[in-house]
């Protein structure tokens, strides 16, 4: 009897440390995607016919007749 609820004691702190593994490695994530949206929005330069922002992997602003 004691056997079952030491198993499920290890079973309850495996989730634990996997969720809390897993949390931070999302934290860590999120950090990096506002790392490089801030970044992006650096590198963003205004379309002078428009004055739609866009990047310079966009190359347009998407807008038919419009230069940039
Ligand atoms: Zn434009």
Redesign the pocket.
Same mark, same amino acid.
Do not use: H
């Given at each position: 009897m004691i056997m079952k609820y030491l198993v499920l004691a290890a079973i309850v702190a495996a989730v634990w440390y996997g969720f809390k593994a897993i949390s931070r490695r999302n934290k860590a994530k999120t950090a990096e995607d506002q790392r490089k949206k801030t970044d992006s929005v650096e590198d963003m330069t205004a #379309?002078t %016919? #428009?004055? %739609?922002f866009?990047t310079p992997e966009q190359g347009? #602003?998407g807008?038919s007749g #419009?230069p940039?």
């Amino acid at each position: 009897m004691i056997m079952k609820y030491l198993v499920l004691a290890a079973i309850v702190a495996a989730v634990w440390y996997g969720f809390k593994a897993i949390s931070r490695r999302n934290k860590a994530k999120t950090a990096e995607d506002q790392r490089k949206k801030t970044d992006s929005v650096e590198d963003m330069t205004a #379309c002078t %016919t #428009c004055g %739609t922002f866009v990047t310079p992997e966009q190359g347009d #602003c998407g807008k038919s007749g #419009c230069p940039y």
